[in-house]
Nanobody, 115 residues
Framework: QVQLVESGGGLVQAGGSLRLSCAAS????????MAWYRQAPGKQRELVAV???????KYADSMHGRFTISGNTAKNTVYLQVHSLKPEDTAVYYC?????????WGKGTLVTVSS
């Protein structure tokens, strides 16, 4: 079973930046898309951004401008760069792979933004 492992979370002050990383535990094929989601305390998980195997990117409407997704489906790695962090960005950030139409999730990495 493929595992996705996120890293890069932590405690950061408002206005700071973070780069989250996610890598698959083994080399895999058939990755159609990779994405980042987040779940804030007491809220539902929401999409942040997605990158397709062709390299096209899409962001949730509220995520434009401060979030940048990048990665390489062939290398099974995806990144999320976040600038100008706000306390409301505090959440567990999950990476997601669509592999041959099946969903694979990481366990998440916690980002805490202090005011």
């Amino acid at each position: 079973q493929v595992q996705l492992v996120e890293s890069g979370g932590g405690l950061v002050q408002a206005g700071g930046s973070l780069r989250l990383s996610c890598a698959a535990s083994e080399s895999i094929s058939g990755v159609n898309a990779m994405a980042w989601y987040r779940q804030a305390p007491g809220k539902q998980r929401e999409l942040v951004a997605v990158i397709s195997s062709g390299g096209s990117t899409k962001y949730a409407d509220s995520m434009h401008g401060r979030f940048t997704i990048s990665g390489n489906t062939a290398k099974n790695t995806v990144y999320l760069q976040v600038h100008s962090l706000k306390p409301e960005d505090t959440a567990v950030y999950y990476c997601h792979f669509d592999i041959y139409g099946r969903d694979y999730w990481g366990k998440g990495t916690l980002v805490t933004v202090s005011s």
